[in-house]
């Protein structure tokens, strides 16, 4: 996989199993501007269509990998931006699932539901897993800084009717931060908004990682227990910790490999190496000299992650 650009992993996810991930987009290109993203910020705000890559190139990396035996649990077409802005994204889900079985998952902001050829391809996916930060006009604006075209009541509508129509699993995620949206007026909005969802799972997220705007901070243990107890939602950082691999031989590779894709802290990275029986070293010495990557402290602990 040393050749691929738009597979990697399988990455454990605490949702998904071991997941091989599928990224068809130019990294942190997107149609929101989250104040939270672990990415960063978003350096393309577009919400127009774009042939980031030919279909046929992405479908030979997943042949290879396929090839090569490797477990994993289910594919996710996430990566470094909002996959639903590849305008060939109805013909990849097609060609994956001509190749495996495996569950299709798509990780997405769910902004651009209103468009029938999203709508479309997404219909054919096992699982959507849509965030919802927004629970009113002032939040959504607030919280995604989202592109002008990009109104709450397009994009909650459209993810109404869509839960009306998908056959699949729809597995929602809300991103709770302290001061923000962790109020009884967030909490009253966000059960006012999913009374109208036809949704299987809801998930609670708070930024355990360097969200893009320094301000954000997680939420007290009292505050995110009320909202999994009112909404019945399930919080993400209280289930297993994921663990990372990569077939990557040379190990400093296989961590790039990640990164590209994942940031990770210190302590991950140990594990991460710790796993593939390597050394450590003076790895972090060499991280700190790549230039492609950054080290951002948070929470009292260094992450790692690419530029």
Known sequence: MENNHYVYGPISSRRLGQSLGISPMLKKTCNYNCIYCQLGHTHFLTN?????????????????????????????????????LYDALEALIAGIKSKTTKPLAIITNGALLYEERVKKALLKCDIV???????????????????KALDFKKVSQALIDFSREFKGELWLE???????????????????????????????????????????????????????????AIPIHQLASPEYKSTIAE???????ILKHHPLNQFEIIAFLKARNADDGDVFNTLDQ???????????????RYK
Do not use: W
Not at 193 to 220: A, G, Q, W
């Open 48 to 84: 127009r269509f774009n042939h980031f890559v030919d279909v046929e190139v992405i479908l030979k990396e997943i042949d290879a990998v396929l090839k090569t035996g490797i477990e994993f649990d289910t594919i996710s077409i996430a990566g470094n931006g909002e996959p639903t």
């Open 129 to 147: 897993l849509p965030s919802i930060n927004g629970y009113d006009p002032l939040s959504h604006i607030k919280i995604n800084r989202p592109h």
């Open 174 to 232: 809300i991103m709770l931060m302290k001061s923000i949206n962790d109020s009884d007026q967030a909490l009253k909005g966000y059960l006012k908004l999913l009374e109208n969802i036809n949704y299987d799972k809801l998930y609670l997220n708070v930024p355990v990682r360097p969200p893009s705007e320094k301000h954000i901070e997680i939420p007290t243990d009292d505050c995110i227990q009320k909202f999994a107890n009112k909404l019945n």
């Open 251 to 257: 190990d400093y590779e296989a961590l790039i490999s």
């Open 290 to 304: 790549d230039s492609n990557i950054e080290c951002i402290h948070y929470k009292n602990l260094k992450t790692y």
